[in-house]
């Protein structure tokens, strides 16, 4: 998988840009605030048709602006495919895939395979569950294209059933929490079903890369523990689990009313990470943390290229400048070869070789 070209329109502070990478490594470097890591963001946004900043749609259109336009001509397999994104300062957006409406993100995702490497990666070891669910709904979304809709549809049936919680409270008229109830329990099973299928796949990789990343002796598992339902069997389908979840949220049912929220399935879920028993959260040192931040984001690269046959897309956003040289070069020997793109300030901290890529407040220039 690589990118053949990207072009962006006022797209966060860039007026216009037109972009050929290589078809190996494109080290961008530039000072801060220049625009390096926008344009890694434009290319994951492709892929995910969202910011992994995090940033909503509106904040990537230039100051000023109407909308911003972000293009990009894709291929693999000797297959290409285009994608085209107009983002509206206000409104919705216009999603084309090979100049058609796609008929969801699982569309786009199953034709872009792509995983980038952050400099706040740490935080899906340090910081609470919703990065660690982030992490894997992203890893499962690029497994099975499928499961992106999947999650935004639970994701509408947890806001429908919150908003009539905080609407009614115990007011709440029962057959239409019945409704919403059965739903949900349907939807949530799916979504709990593909994080236990994914953690099976990532688990045993993570466990495997650690020691290679660290250089030191560790053993890493998981734990995820499912709101109202314990630690389910990593083996479990969405069949089983849904007489579960439909039970855990009757017995919630009276809580919720009283707090006006959901309290029960997968976006209330935790995944605990273990090193050699300790909680890696809380008892790992900051190396153990990045050792394991590091072997996640490797993990889902190996899963995903054994899944798709073909490496995808790396992103590297300044990740060398919080990595020890030791360690950089150990992330580099695990990278198997394909398209990466790599941001920095300063050139020397980069142990990658290829192309060279001077990024200016005027755009990006080949050096």
Do not use: C
Request: no cysteine; hydrophobic share 40%.
């Amino acid at each position: 998988m690589r990118l053949l070209w990207l072009e962006l329109g006022a797209f966060r502070a860039y007026g216009s840009l037109r972009f050929e990478p290589g078809r190996g490594v494109n080290v961008l470097i530039g000072d801060n605030g220049t625009g390096k890591t926008s344009v890694l963001e434009a290319i994951g946004y492709l892929a995910s048709l969202k910011s992994f900043r995090g940033a909503p749609d509106a904040s990537l259109v230039a100051e000023g602006e109407e909308e911003a336009i972000v293009r990009g001509e894709f291929s693999a397999d000797d297959r290409s495919s285009l994608v085209e994104v107009s983002i509206p300062a206000q409104g919705r957006r216009t999603i084309l895939l090979d100049g058609k409406r796609p008929k969801g993100r699982a569309e786009v995702a199953q034709r872009v395979a792509l995983v980038a490497f952050l400099p706040d990666d740490l935080d899906l070891v340090k910081r609470g569950p919703a990065y660690r669910r982030d992490y894997l709904d992203d890893a499962a979304s690029q497994v099975w294209p499928m499961a992106a809709s999947e999650f935004v549809e639970y994701e509408r049936a947890v806001r429908q059933r919150n908003a009539l919680l905080r609407r009614e409270g115990r007011q709440a008229d029962v057959t239409t929490l019945d409704v919403l109830d059965e739903r949900l329990a349907s939807l949530g099973s799916i979504v709990l079903a593909r994080r236990l299928s994914v953690v099976a796949l990532l688990e045993p990789v993570v466990a495997g890369l650690y020691g290679d990343l660290s250089e030191r002796p560790g053993h890493v598992e998981w734990r995820y523990q499912a709101a109202g339902l314990g630690e389910p069997e990593r083996r479990s389908g969405a069949e089983e689990l849904q007489p579960l979840l439909a039970e855990a949220l009757a017995a919630a049912r009276p809580g919720d009313l009283e707090r006006r929220i959901t309290t029960v399935g997968p976006h209330r879920d935790e995944i605990v990470i273990l090193i050699d028993g300790r909680d890696a959260r809380t008892r790992a040192s900051q190396g153990e943390q990045r050792s394991i931040a590091l072997g996640l984001r490797v993990a889902a690269y190996r899963v995903l290229l054994d899944r798709r046959g073909t490496p995808p897309v790396l992103l590297l956003d300044d990740v060398f400048s919080e990595l020890d040289p030791g360690r950089g070069r150990r992330l580099v020997e695990q990278l198997p070869s394909g398209q990466v793109f790599v941001t920095s300030a300063r050139e020397e901290e980069v142990p990658f070789v290829g192309d060279r890529w001077t990024v200016s407040g005027s755009g990006v220039e080949r050096t």
